[in-house]
């Protein structure tokens, strides 16, 4: 048992995941699931997720050796604030969030000295929410970034880390904004042009919409899955890492500028270097078993 007492604020579909891990190993002797929604916390308990649930931060955390905040990164400042007065002495806060440098910013002023914050991306996830939607195996084989500031304590770090090692994950630490830019080209990118396709699919004319969905090759398919992420999730996500997206998004569109001239000059030469360089990713992608 790595943990006495493990508090999840958020117990969504990365939530509700680690609680399901720490139950397969027994790595908490209890967890607390606190959301704001009855039918949250009334699923916690269908699912045998959680030992006790709440809806009160304050409550939720009280003697917590660890607090994971699981929930839109644009609300972490406000729960922090809240749950900050509430904290045992040496207790670990960590979060799940796809943003760091703007998490670590809203949440570590908040934090009592003694209390130990390590900041947690793990590379995970479907298109789903919710409870329902997590199962342990979730994590098994991807990576989790840690970020922790100058100073973290050490013992609270590898406290973390370990727990992600038992989920099955492989760590990395680096700096929180190092962190930002890599996900801003892995993840938050691809998620925006996602998003915009499947728009512009819904802003056609009825007629043609309907063929778009009834006739959906594999790539339009992929882009809808992508798309039916937590809209709300993304929307932070989106507004507490804008410099870094804004810049990839200005090189995105100089290169699709770029496509966009060889297309219309019908320079094939280019459109299949391009093409070769691409597939070479994808390999590059399944060799390290990231597909």
């Not at 406000?78 to 799940?96: C, F, R």
């Not at 190092?178 to 396709?197: C, E, M, N, R």
């Not at 778009?212 to 809808?224: E, H, L, M, N, P």
């Amino acid at each position: 048992m790595m943990f006495e007492r493990v508090a999840f604020i958020g117990i969504g579909l990365i939530g509700s995941s680690m609680a399901r891990v720490m139950k397969r190993d027994g790595l908490a002797n209890t967890i607390v699931a606190c959301a704001r929604r009855k039918e949250t916390l009334d699923a916690c308990v269908k699912l045998g997720i959680a030992d006790e649930v709440t809806s009160d931060y304050t409550a939720s955390v009280k003697n917590a050796d660890l607090v994971v905040i699981a929930t839109p990164v644009g609300t972490n400042e406000e729960i922090a604030k809240i749950i900050a007065p509430h904290l045992k002495p040496g207790a670990i806060v960590t979060d799940v969030g796809s943003v760091k440098q703007a998490v670590i910013n809203a949440v570590a002023p908040h934090l009592p000295q003694g209390v130990h914050f390590v900041p947690a991306h793990p590379l995970a996830g479907t298109e789903h929410s919710g409870p329902e939607a997590g199962f342990p195996e979730l994590f098994q084989g991807r990576w989790c970034i840690l970020t922790p500031e100058p100073g973290c304590d050490a013992a609270a770090v590898e406290k973390v880390k370990a727990f992600w090692l038992k989920a099955g994950s492989k760590i990395e630490i680096m700096q929180a904004e190092h962190h930002d830019k890599v996900l801003a080209i892995t993840s938050h990118l691809p998620h925006l042009i996602a998003f915009t396709i499947v728009g512009t699919a819904d802003d056609l004319a009825e007629d043609l919409k309907q063929e778009v969905i009834q006739y959906s090759a594999s790539g339009f398919r992929d882009f809808t899955r992508i798309a039916a992420s937590d809209p709300v999730m993304w929307r932070d996500i989106f507004m507490n890492n804008r410099e870094a997206v804004l810049e990839i998004l200005q090189r995105f569109t100089e290169d699709l500028t770029a496509l966009q001239r060889a297309i219309r000059r019908g320079d094939g030469d280019s459109l299949q270097t391009l093409f070769a360089r691409t597939r070479a990713i994808r390999r590059s992608v399944i060799d390290a078993k990231q597909a």
